[in-house]
């Protein structure tokens, strides 16, 4: 009997410790009275003397045994954008905002699977934010990776239940950047005397940005879905060099020549066309879906290499807005505590990101944390034009070509889309190191626009398995 009450006492102070540790959400306004798993959020501060701290929300999986499943890191891109409203509540969350106002649960959660960790990076994305006035000028990718790292230490102190769990970093389009570089940095990190190391598996990135002469060059993309016609393509291979118009753009603006191709290829896709999804239709039911269209100088990364908004419910963008501007929704989220000027956005930020990231070229990183023996999996929804899966394919098989590995799978079908795998040698065993998978009919953001087979993609992505052929 005493050593039962024990362990019971044991346990007991084992769950207050990590509650009081972390910020535990009581209850979201709208969740349903069922929903029984635990949920944290609040702020990291990443630089005291700066006053910059990251928001972030997590949310245990529903396993009961969750502490002995993997830990997720998911970073949107942007740059510049939430991954709260992206991540959490558009695409993987255990949550997405039905249309009376009220939370709907989210069948394709990625928390089936895994605890999951959304972090808004960097400072000045949603509910981030710095007391230094001069850290949102010119900010850069070395700044967002060093934040990033000092918010995973932190936040691993206040969750030690996690410290030891196998870590995966995942994220979408401009997380090309911050993924990979992130990943670097842990890994540097773990040869650091005297720290407990981060026990980062894996890495996925959904259609990323990793060069920027090969990722978004669209031109065949557009051509061979019949969004442009022979002569559009012919001047954009010309007079704008392909997708050197947006490296000319970002140092000097577009000369007048390409300027007028870049407009007539805009007239022809037309604007009732999503270019990060060729299938979807735009929201008309409500005036607050317009809050959403990129405007000023901020706005030149996204809409030149990021996104024009769009989901599987084009108009549940405008309701996650409406949701997350809530001041009960911000109390229950622990968010907002420092009253920010201006309101909750999805990009729309106080964050200069300095332009000429944007032409950094990441391959080089991709290259070095394969040699690491880090497994890296891209992944593309086959409805971007943004960023098209021809060219993430293209280059995964230029760096499978340069580090030598064999193809471990042929080119083939998996029952969402088409993948191949490839690996080397290690220690006399034959291992998979890069995978390269479409989604067939999704979007950027897979996992809303197709949610079953994002969550399978997942799941093989944490076991490191072969994606599942079709059914017969």
Known sequence: MGFQFLGTVLVFCMCFLQWCNGELIKALPGQPSNYSVNQYSGYIVTNKDHGRSLFYYFVESVSPNHSSLPLTMWLNGGPGCSSLGFGAFM?????????????VLNQHSWNLESNMLYVESPIGVGFSYSETDEDYINWNDTNTASDNLVFITK?????????????????????????????????????????????????AIGNPLLDIDISVLAGEYLWSHGAISDKTLMLEKTVCNDSKYLREYIHSGWSQGCNDVFNRVENEVSDDVQRDDLLLPKCLSTPSSQQFKPRGLHSKAHSSVDRIFSTGDPCLQSRIFTYLNRRDVQDALHANTTNLPGHWDFCLGPLVYQEKNLEINIIPVIVDLLKAGLPIWFYSGDQDSKIPLTQTRLIVNNIAKELKLTAVTKYRTWWGGWWQSFGGLKEGHNVTYLTYATVRGAAREVPFTSPTQALTLFRCFLNGSPLPRPKS
């Open 91 to 103: 695409e993987t969350g255990p949550f997405q905002i039905g249309e009376d106002g009220l939370l």
């Open 155 to 203: 936040w691993l102190e206040e969750f030690p239940i996690y410290k030891d769990s196998p870590f995966f970093l995942v994220g979408e389009s401009y997380a090309g950047h911050y993924i990979p570089q992130l990943a670097e940095l842990i890994l540097e990190y773990n040869k650091t005397p005297n720290v407990t190391s981060i026990n980062l598996k894996a890495i």
